[in-house]
């Protein structure tokens, strides 16, 4: 297997995070994005979409999305597993991740592309330039505060997002709010659950990734 | 089981196709998204982000999500798969169902609910109240444009979206093609291929609900 990353990104550090939680050693390549190598003719022809992350199986088939990676590596190696040990919260953590990918993630995206002065006319992601829209940086911003106001309740009385155990729900929300911080949006200061939470989470071995 | 849909909405049709396509007959419970029945007390206290798709299980679960639901019912109801009947079917559907998600179904939401008159202060569904931004919804429509040209390449020579039989990467892809219909952007004329699986996916039972 081949996992291409870029180790300040945080669209791959979903995939870089989740390897490191099921214990493989795969062959990581590095996509310089700051200098653009993911726009590349090379890249192109590897990703059309020109994202992070692509995992790449030994028979030469890729995957271009956390989730379509998250997926190969979950059914390839089961153990430990990370997206539901029983039908209850497989499902659960399917609903916790699509929720958290756009009110979180994208929200935290909108936020900063549509605003940052390195990303002019890279608004979206992926091949083609779309214009930054100021006012949909606003709208992201404020749907990210709604977002970190939301983990309170999502977590409740339990350890983890999804329950007693980590999983990709966790890996999901706590890559977000790194993301988040690009945009200085933190963990409500009060929402108490969440920061003690989002420390336990930043102990892991592979938070460090 | 309940399932709380609403019959002119994409949103729950991607689950009520999903349902017909598992031949499950499900106690189907509608809500009047035109009267704003979503944005009640009562929806409130059954799905606080007043939205369709809600799926509540026999124990009472509730799940909120496309994606929260097709898991669980592709779990509890195996057959006939729709997520996949190998590692690499189901990390490719995976893939697919994100990609014409965000890329799809997301461009086309963008693309009518920040212009349609009706929708004003709702261009993003949930409970939150948010303006609409103009530009954002030609940038929705121009890459709705892309996506439907995306797809001839998708397809190949398979006759599904994700290779040689019918998927919850169809039902993703077809949905998203019907919402399209909304905001006046088809299939591209020249897309042969594409055409020719919408009318062989129009065909099929569930494409009709």
Redesign the interface.
């Known amino acids: 297997m081949k996992f291409y990353d870029c180790s300040t990104a945080p669209s791959s550090r979903f995939v870089r995070m989740f390897i490191a939680e099921k214990g493989l050693d795969v062959e990581t390549i590095e996509v310089d994005l700051r200098n653009h190598e993911h726009l590349s003719e090379e890249f192109r022809s590897i990703n059309p ?1 020109c994202t992070v992350p692509v995992l790449e ?1 030994e ?1 030469g ?1 890729r ?10 590596l979950e ?2 190696f089961p153990e430990p597993p990370l997206m ?1 040990r029983d ?2 919260e ?6 916790l ?3 958290t990918d ?1 009110d979180g993630f ?1 929200a935290v995206a909108e936020g900063l592309r549509n605003k940052a002065r390195g990303m002019k006319d890279r ?2 992601t992926g091949p ?1 330039n ?2 930054q ?1 100021p ?2 940086s606003d ?1 992201g911003m ?2 990210t505060a ?1 977002f970190m106001q939301s983990l309170e309740g999502i977590l409740g009385e339990n350890d983890f997002m999804a329950g007693n155990s980590f999983s990709a729900a966790d890996i999901m929300v706590f890559v977000t709010i790194g993301f988040a911080s690009w945009i200085k949006i933190p963990i409500p200061e009060d929402a108490e659950k969440t920061n003690a939470w989002y420390k336990r989470i930043s102990e892991r071995k592979s938070a460090s990734l």
């Not at 995957?63 to 190969?72: A, K, L, M």
């Open positions: 979409y199986t028979e088939t995957y271009t999305s956390t989730q379509g990676c998250w997926r190969y059914e390839k539901g039908i209850e497989k499902a659960r953590i399917a609903d991740i699509w929720r756009i994208f608004a979206i083609n779309y214009a829209i006012e949909l709208r404020a749907r709604v």
